[in-house]
């Protein structure tokens, strides 16, 4: 079984920084892509990041926050992060990290399911 448990979330002014980490349990940490996803009050959930298996491998980013978010893992201590700056009120969501069903990003990396575990998530609001 795996767990994994998001962080790291809060209130923040717009331009601001925050730095979600994920943290996950079991030994196969490593072989699996990991990802990022979101999602807003009365909206559908939707696809923030992805990283492959690798550490400093291939990345996937939403075109709504590219330039601004940077997903990375470091896998010696089996966790994800998700450093996002220049936030605006519209990232307002629930942050969801999930385990990818295989070792890449692949070519469709916002299907969620293609994903297999998922955290609880965390609260990241952004006021204006």
């Known amino acids: 079984q795996v767990q994994l448990v998001e962080s790291g979330g809060g209130l923040v002014q717009a331009g601001g920084s925050l730095r979600l980490s994920c943290a996950a349990s079991g030994r196969t940490f490593s072989s699996y892509a990991m990802g990022w996803f979101r999602q807003a009050a009365g909206k559908e959930r939707e696809f923030v990041a992805a990283?492959?298996?690798?550490?400093?491998?291939?990345?996937a980013y939403a075109d709504s926050v590219k330039g601004r978010f940077t997903i990375s893992r470091d896998n010696a201590k089996n966790s994800v992060y998700l450093q996002m700056n220049s936030l605006k009120p519209e990232d307002t969501a629930v942050y969801y990290c999930?385990?990818?069903?295989?070792?890449?990003?692949?070519?469709?990396?916002?299907?969620?399911?293609?994903?297999?575990?998922w955290g609880q998530g965390t609260q990241v609001t952004v006021s204006s």
């Open positions: 990283i492959s298996w690798r550490s400093g491998g291939s990345t």
């Open positions: 999930a385990r990818r069903r295989g070792m890449d990003v692949g070519t469709t990396p916002e299907r969620s399911r293609e994903y297999d575990y």
